[in-house]
């Protein structure tokens, strides 16, 4: 299964897009997403894993874009 990791932000703006995204491409709610940004912030990270690569690497490029630091593996 293809995983996609979290690692950090670029820039505080990207903090809440980043949860954003979450929210509405992973269906979490606002509490969930809230706890995975707390753990990159705190040096974490969070692992994401999918069913296809499709799914990991289009969430991965999104993410990217809004300012996350993200690995594929």
Same mark, same amino acid.
């Given at each position: 299964m293809p995983k996609l990791r979290i690692v950090g932000f670029e820039t505080g703006h990207a903090k809440?897009?980043?949860?954003?995204i979450l929210v509405s491409r992973l269906n979490l709610d606002e509490? #969930?997403?809230e706890r995975?940004?707390?753990?990159?912030v705190d040096?974490? %990270?969070i692992t994401l $894993?999918?069913?296809d690569e #499709?799914?990991?690497v289009?969430?991965?490029q999104e993410?990217?874009?809004? %300012?996350?630091?993200? $690995?594929l593996t």
């Open positions: 809440v897009t980043i949860r954003e509490k #969930e997403a995975m940004n707390a753990a990159v040096g974490r %990270g $894993e999918f069913e #499709e799914t990991a289009g969430l991965g993410l990217v874009e809004a %300012g996350a630091k993200v $690995e």
